[in-house]
């Protein structure tokens, strides 16, 4: 049974820094793709970024430039950092693997205050 646990959401002021990680337990083919989506209240979850297992990245439009999604496959963990934060990136946080069958891990909040 694949889990994923996700860390370092909170509450940050607007221009400023996080840094969300995911850690990847169970058996996971070396072959797959992880990332990062999110979902604010009333809306649809929509990615934010994703990783492949050979590091090939992909980044939704709105935070090109300001997020950064990177893994460390030895710790099987994918981190998301995101800088000059902006209020409408507040949402809740979902790490996603795939790898044959789709894992979510719990979420994680991120609000920006204005």
């Known amino acids: 049974q694949v889990q994923l646990v996700e860390s370092g959401g909170g509450l940050v002021q607007t221009g400023g820094s996080l840094t969300l990680s995911c850690a990847a337990s169970g058996t996971i083919f070396s072959t797959n793709i992880m990332g990062w989506y999110r979902q604010a209240p009333g809306k649809q979850r929509e990615l934010v970024a994703l990783?492949?297992?050979?590091?090939?990245?992909n980044y939704a439009e709105s935070v090109k430039g300001r997020f950064s999604i990177s893994r460390d496959n030895a710790k099987r963990t994918i981190y998301l950092q995101m800088n000059a934060l902006k209020p409408e990136d507040t949402a809740v946080y979902y790490c996603?693997?795939?790898?044959?069958?789709?894992?979510w891990g719990q979420g994680t909040q991120v609000t920006v205050s204005s």
């Open positions: 996603n693997l795939r790898s044959g069958i789709v894992y």
């Open positions: 990783i492949s297992s050979g590091s090939y990245t």
